[in-house]
């Protein structure tokens, strides 16, 4: 019959149709691993600790959401890879607690993993 054409069928069940996860694929997500933290006094000044994590860490330019009390962070400086000087706007002791909310974005690892929530003492 002229202008007769057959109708195309799709199957999902081809390997050529499913997406399949893995490394190359555009559906792979990475595993993320909760990050921990330790912050530890420094003797530096009285308001500033020594944070170290328990994996490499991004710092994203945000001051995290990190309280102490009614103070807040005032500023974040990088030493290395895994510990970072983070700055309050009070003095802080030892044995005083600070609070990590749920997924601050400040602070990332490779793949995109959130720092865990905690009430952290410092050491």
């Known amino acids: ?27 792979y997500r990475g595993t993320r691993v909760n990050i921990t933290a330790t912050i530890l006094a420094d003797l530096i000044t009285p308001t500033s600790v020594l944070v170290t994590f328990s994996k490499p860490v991004v710092y ?7 309280t102490f009390g009614a103070d807040t962070v005032n500023a974040v400086a990088q030493n290395t890879a895994t510990t970072f000087t983070v700055t309050f ?22 793949s995109g993993g959130y720092l865990s929530p905690a009430s952290i003492e410092v050491i």
């Open 1 to 27: 019959m002229p202008g007769f054409t057959r109708h195309q069928t799709r199957y999902n069940k081809t390997p050529a149709r499913r997406k399949i996860p893995g490394v190359g694929a555009e559906t």
């Open 60 to 66: 994203t330019g945000i001051l995290p959401d990190w």
């Open 89 to 110: 706007t009070a003095p802080i002791a030892a044995a005083d607690v600070i609070v990590i909310p749920f997924e601050d974005p400040a602070f990332r690892d490779n």
